[in-house]
């Protein structure tokens, strides 16, 4: 099995929406240095346009690129059947070229409930399509990245001879990473993914996800050992389990707009000690993940970062 690769951040672009009228971009870029300078091996953004609203993702991440050097620069989740695949296709090749070749893109089809079928419907995409789009927008991607001049004719997108004036800088375009924990979202995974990024509920789902994925994979006829495994997970590391439990259920039942109950056990978080985080995230590491992406689920994220960075990193065995 491949080692452990990384640990990633994702930069709290809908917290600083939340906050204010005027969010405060400075203190983004401010933490996606901080991120950096600490040793992360990723920043990373989410993206919804109504749904939940932040601040736009390729945008944010074009001004990243300007502000570090090292760190690998991804989507998590990316909504692409909102957007229009030649646009986007350009879009994502010039922020591949703005970064130096550091973009990861992490893509999903959006979760079905009320405020996203609004999104879709208010953004022009029907929502019955959202799945079709999304498997047509991938598959034009890699063509418009890769081949001269594209002609084609799918069931929601028509190219005439189109030949995309830019080119990522990474060969055939950013690695695609795909979101997602049931069956036709494992065989999307094992058609057009180069990488899996799940956010699951425990370690435990996580090892049992994988192994829904290894055997869909054999009867597919495709080896999911080839893709790259992340998961993505929320925080909160502080030895005041109390206080601790008090900010990541505020900072939760904010974010979702949903009961902190309703949200245990379907999204991946850990509260409390550094023993206790650093026991989560190994779970995760023994599970098979490769990459770990952490968003802090609490009010000072420049600290979370520093107990992360300084206390949990280090005790967390990778081989």
């Known amino acids: ?6 640990f990633g951040y ?16 400075a203190q983004i870029v401010a933490l996606a240095e901080h991120a950096e300078a600490c040793g992360f091996d990723s920043v990373w953004v989410g993206d919804s346009v109504l749904a939940r609203p932040r601040l736009e993702a390729l945008t944010t991440l074009a001004a990243v690129a300007t502000r570090t050097k090292r760190v690998r620069l991804g989507t998590g989740i990316f ?25 990861t893109l992490g893509l999903g089809v959006a979760t079905k409930n009320d405020a996203t079928l609004r999104e879709f419907a208010n953004c022009g995409v029907p929502s019955t399509e959202r799945v079709g789009r999304f498997d047509e927008t991938i598959e034009l991607l890699r063509r418009l990245w890769r081949e001269p001049e594209v002609t084609h004719t799918g069931k929601y997108f028509k190219l005439d001879a189109v ?19 049931v069956e036709n979202a494992f065989r999307r995974v094992l058609r057009l993914g180069d990488g899996w990024l799940p956010n699951a509920g425990t370690p435990a789902a996580y090892k049992d996800y994988w192994s829904q994925l290894l055997a869909i994979g054999r009867s597919m006829g495709r080896d ?4 790259h495994r992340c998961v993505y997970t929320t925080l909160h590391i502080n030895d005041d ?3 601790d439990e008090r900010e990541i259920i505020a900072f939760m039942s904010n ?10 056990g379907r999204h991946g978080m850990c509260w409390g000690s550094v023993a206790k985080c650093t026991e989560w995230l190994r779970a995760f590491i023994d599970a098979g993940a490769q990459t ?10 420049r600290a979370q970062m520093d107990r992360f960075t300084g206390l949990i990193r280090p005790a967390v065995t990778v081989s």
């Open 1 to 6: 099995m491949p080692s452990f690769a990384s």
């Open 10 to 25: 994702l930069l709290p672009t809908r917290e600083v929406v939340m906050a204010s009228a005027t969010p405060d971009f």
């Open 79 to 103: 909504i692409a059947a909102l957007r229009q695949p030649v646009v986007l296709a350009n879009e994502l090749a010039n922020l591949d070229i703005i970064s130096g070749g550091r973009l």
């Open 163 to 181: 030949r995309l004036g830019l080119k990522p800088v990474q060969p055939g375009g950013p690695p695609i990473w795909l979101a997602g924990h």
């Open 224 to 227: 999911a050992n080839t893709l």
């Open 241 to 243: 389990e109390a206080q």
């Open 255 to 264: 974010y979702y707009g949903l009961p902190f109950d309703k949200m245990i």
């Open 292 to 301: 770990i992406v952490v968003r802090f689920g609490g009010p000072d994220q």
